[in-house]
């Protein structure tokens, strides 16, 4: 019985102190990180908004649609490697043709920076972010194009920033600005041409 009471009393007065080396909480004046937000994740994302050629095809072609799919592998929370692919569809100005048409296709990868710092969390786990990367670009013409030759190949340097918020535990929006460097298009287009796209992002972010 004396065993008993004292084993008793040793697992009262340790209890408390398990309890306290338990206890994730933040110190003084810093932000909770919980695993949710500090581990690998893989994100899913598709975009759609506008896009333009600029430069040499500024005055040449329409701003038109922009779109994409990008896939975010990332081994921490401030650093990603995105997969993405990318398209859009630029009209030519009626100055220059009738119904001549830019379809654009591109696929490549990119290296991803979250600028908030992985022991703090702004509200709503707000993330803004910076970019770049090495895409391959891919242009087709459809209608009269005067002076851009169809099935244009060229090398593209995608750089940019963006921002995503969660919605949620899994779900996720935000936006992005691509500026796309392009080169070995001279040729093919009649001069220096770059490309870019401003999209709004929807997706969903897997934990693991």
């Known amino acids: 019985?004396?065993?008993?009471?004292?084993?008793?009393?040793?697992?009262?007065?340790?209890?408390?102190?398990?309890?306290?080396?338990?206890?994730y909480g933040p110190n003084y004046g810093e932000e909770e990180v919980t695993p949710h937000r500090m581990g690998r994740s893989l994100g899913i994302m598709g975009d759609v908004g506008v896009s333009h050629y600029n430069?040499?095809?500024?005055?040449?072609?329409?701003?038109?649609?922009?779109?994409?799919?990008?896939?975010?592998?990332?081994?921490?929370?401030n650093i990603g490697l995105e997969l993405g692919y990318d398209g859009g569809v630029n009209d030519l100005s009626s100055k220059f043709s009738s119904d001549g048409r830019l379809v654009t296709n591109e696929i490549g990868g990119d290296l991803r920076v979250n600028l908030v710092p992985a022991t703090y969390s702004l509200p709503g786990h707000l993330k803004p972010f910076l970019f770049g990367g090495a895409f391959y670009h891919r242009i087709d013409t459809q209608g009269f194009t005067p002076g851009i030759k169809d099935n244009t190949n060229a090398f593209a340097l995608p750089v940019g920033a963006g921002v995503e918020v969660d919605v949620g535990k899994?779900?996720?929006?935000?936006?992005?600005y691509t500026y796309n460097f392009l080169f070995n298009e001279i040729n093919q287009l009649g001069g220096r041409s770059d490309f870019w796209t401003a999209t709004v992002d929807l997706g969903a972010r897997l934990q693991r």
């Open 1 to 23: 019985m004396r065993q008993t009471l004292i084993a008793l009393a040793v697992a009262a007065l340790v209890a408390p102190a398990v309890a306290q080396a338990q206890d």
């Open 55 to 77: 430069r040499h095809l500024a005055h040449e072609t329409n701003t038109g649609v922009g779109y994409g799919a990008t896939v975010d592998l990332s081994p921490q929370r």
């Open 170 to 176: 899994r779900f996720l929006v935000g936006a992005r």
